[in-house]
């Protein structure tokens, strides 16, 4: 048998932060690191959402020690709020989930600052996070950060001159450049720790295809598109996993001794659609330094953050 749970091993003492965590793989990825004894943040953007992850995660453990803060990835002031308050705590993060995300919206929208939508929440406002939380994950050796890619990335569709999708927006293409550069800050990150001794490990996971909120939110979220959604859901969804076992290559990046900085973990099943977790193939695209550290570059100034 595969790599589950079970295989956990205890998190007790250390502290996990889990963007996107009031649904989804998020939300088990945070029920899975509390049941083995974490102590929780589950970060989103909605509160009433938030309360009722936690109460349902209440109600599975009810003395798990997990607590809702307010994240919104799409907004770099909401970033910088929410990694002021961590900071003011001053408690040392052991692990960091960058899961939040959206997918495909249909039509092409701006953030609060300006920025495409997918590319903000996906991509920007985790890099952003992540550079403002760095002394928190650098105050414990061996901490780690997994940012949750995709089977997309493999469209190999980064365009470093229009990473806004300004001159075309094809939805789906975009998502896969958002989860490419996810995959390549992973990669950048555990480089850049190794040669400035941050003693972070940066690392990578994608789910393989489960049956989430994540198409009824985007793809699928207006116009003929919900449609059809409603009409081909039932049979769709029967292809996919539920979020528990698509969480497991996430969680094993997260949690296993065996698992390594610089590495991406997915399905190990046909074509890492399903199957146990494991190591997963990495797109092409993602090995290319250069284009990793131009891409560095252009966050830290969209982002307005350094890493130094
Ligand atoms: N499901 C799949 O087959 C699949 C495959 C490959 C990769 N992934 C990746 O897995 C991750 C989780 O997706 P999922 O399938 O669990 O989808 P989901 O059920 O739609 O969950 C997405 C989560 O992200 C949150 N989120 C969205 N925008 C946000 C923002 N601006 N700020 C903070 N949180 C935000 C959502 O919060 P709200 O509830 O407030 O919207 C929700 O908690 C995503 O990064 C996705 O790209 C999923």
């Known amino acids: 048998m595969g790599w589950t749970t079970v295989n956990i091993p205890s998190q007790s003492g250390r502290l996990a932060v889990v963007t996107g965590a009031t649904g989804g793989l998020g939300y088990e990825t945070a029920l899975a690191l ?12 909605n509160d009433s959402k938030g309360a009722r992850a936690l109460a349902r995660l209440r109600a599975v453990h009810p003395d798990a020690s997990a607590r ?5 990835l799409a907004s770099l002031a909401s970033v910088t709020a929410f990694a002021e308050k961590m900071l003011a705590a001053g408690q040392g993060i ?45 105050s414990i050796p061996g ?3 997994v940012n949750v890619s995709s089977l997309a990335a493999d469209l190999n569709s980064l365009d470093l001159v229009d ?32 040669s400035s001794g941050w003693r972070i490990e940066g690392m990578a996971a994608h789910p393989g295809w489960a049956g989430t909120d994540i198409i009824g939110n985007g793809p699928a979220s207006c116009g003929w598109q919900a449609t059809l959604w409603r009409i ?47 190591m997963a193939k990495v797109p092409a695209r993602a090995l290319d330094g250069s284009d990793a550290t131009r891409l560095w570059e252009t966050s830290e100034r969209l982002g307005g953050v350094r890493f130094a």
């Open 34 to 45: 509390a049941t083995a004894g974490a102590e929780v943040v589950l970060a989103g953007r």
């Open 68 to 72: 809702f803060e307010l994240l919104d």
């Open 94 to 138: 052991d692990l960091l989930v960058n899961n939040a995300g959206v997918m495909a919206p249909p039509k092409r929208q701006l953030t609060v600052d300006g920025f495409e939508l997918q590319f903000a929440t996906n991509y920007l406002g985790h890099f952003a996070l992540t550079a403002r939380l760095l002394p928190l994950l650098r």
């Open 143 to 145: 901490s780690r950060v």
């Open 163 to 194: 990473l806004q999708s300004e001159r075309s927006y094809v939805p789906f293409r975009t998502y896969g450049t958002t989860k490419l550069a996810l995959l390549m800050f992973a990669l950048e990150l555990q480089r850049r720790s190794e």
């Open 232 to 278: 081909a859901k039932p049979v769709l969804l029967r292809f996919s996993r539920s979020a528990g076992p698509a969480a497991l290559p996430i969680l094993l990046a997260a949690t296993s001794p065996d698992a390594r900085g610089g590495r991406y973990y997915g399905p190990t099943g046909l074509r890492e659609l399903n199957g146990p977790p494991g």
